[in-house]
């Protein structure tokens, strides 16, 4: 369905587009709050905003889809569900970008992608976006209010996206699937970062070396080489390390610790990788090997100290 409404005259419309309604804060000198929470003791204007917030709390869905088992908090979310799962109908239109949407808020919202507007301010710190709802969300890291409670453990959160990810901590559900392999998750991101392993995608670029990474955090931690920035400093001694994984390694030789034990021996040792070349003595595995006369060895320092009768190479030297 074709819709003719200029998109300009849309976004002058007052809509509201958000889980929780806020007024402005001239509003709300002159409305009085008069139904109040009891869970979080906010305050709204009528009972039935009142009413359509404390649905944030219980989790009551009343308004069920008969087509799928979904079930939304709110009418037209439900609407909008049924458009775009079940007919497909987009019948808002941007005439920037020819994008289709199933709700006249989501094409407003869009219009500011191209618009660049944000029309909503932080009173505090002037901070300003595109969306209500994100002001809102940006509100409470100053307030450090959190109304979304997770029934197990009673931990709060700032967001309803938020509470929805700590859940699956609780319930174990993974549902972002890898269309590659079998490996599932419980974050979005994680699933992105996953496919960077079929993809080879290497996003994060070191900007002095050009070498890419896969991992902000790892080029993060590349970028140390070139600054020779040690932030990892040992608490026992002098010595500092870019990376806090060599700092765990080191410490283990003020505390003795040896956590990667043979399964066949018993041996214990600080480093993975020493009790990886240990396992070679029981497996017989040798999988260095010289490429002049095939001969194989356990680790790769035999192999350079045999590749030398080849060479006829003699690097150490008498004082």
């Known amino acids: 369905m074709a819709v003719d409404a200029d998109i300009d005259m849309m976004v002058k419309e007052e809509i509201e587009v958000h889980d929780e309604p806020v007024l402005s804060q001239d509003v709300q000198v002159s409305v009085k709050q008069e ?3 009891n869970q979080c003791v906010q305050g709204f204007p009528s009972n039935s905003l009142l009413i359509r917030h404390q649905r944030t709390h219980t989790g009551e869905a009343p308004y069920h889809c008969t087509q799928c088992d979904k079930a939304f908090s709110r009418k037209g979310n439900l609407i909008g569900h049924k458009m775009r799962a079940h007919t497909g109908e987009l019948p808002y ?3 920037q970008c020819g994008m289709g949407f199933s709700r006249k808020t989501y094409i407003i919202e869009h219009h500011r992608v191209h618009t660049g507007e944000k029309p909503y301010e932080c009173k505090q710190c ?10 809102m969300r940006h509100q409470r890291t100053h307030t450090g209010k959190k109304p979304y409670q997770c029934d197990q453990c009673d931990k709060g959160f700032s967001n309803k996206s938020c509470l929805i990810r700590h859940q699956r901590t609780h319930t174990g559900e993974k549902p972002f699937e890898c269309n590659q ?3 599932a998750f419980s974050q979005n991101k994680d699933l992105i970062r996953h496919q ?7 996003p994060y670029e070191c900007n002095q070396c050009n070498k890419a990474f896969s991992l902000k955090g790892n080029l993060m931690k590349h970028q140390r080489t070139h600054s020779g920035e ?3 400093q040992c608490n026992q001694c002098d010595k500092a390390f870019s990376l806090n994984k060599d700092l765990i390694r080191h410490q283990r030789i003020h505390t003795g610790e040896k956590p990667y034990e043979c399964n066949q021996c018993n041996k214990a040792f600080s ?3 020493t009790l990886m070349r240990h ?20 680790n790769k320092s035999c192999l350079i100290r045999h590749q030398w009768t080849h060479s006829g190479e003699k690097p150490y030297q008498c004082d």
């Not at 002037?126 to 002001?135: E, H, I, M, V, Y």
């Not at 396992?279 to 356990?298: A, L, V």
Request: charge should be positive; proline fraction near 2%; charged fraction near 30%.
């Open 35 to 37: 139904w109040e929470c």
């Open 93 to 95: 239109q941007c005439k």
């Open 126 to 135: 002037n901070k300003a976006f595109s969306q209500k709802g994100t002001l």
């Open 181 to 183: 392999c079998d490996k």
């Open 196 to 202: 960077r392993i079929h993809t080879g995608e290497k």
């Open 230 to 232: 040690k932030l990892c």
């Open 271 to 273: 480093l993975k990788g």
């Open 279 to 298: 396992h070679r003595i029981h497996t017989g595995e040798k999988p260095f090997h010289c490429n002049q006369c095939d001969k194989g060895f356990s």
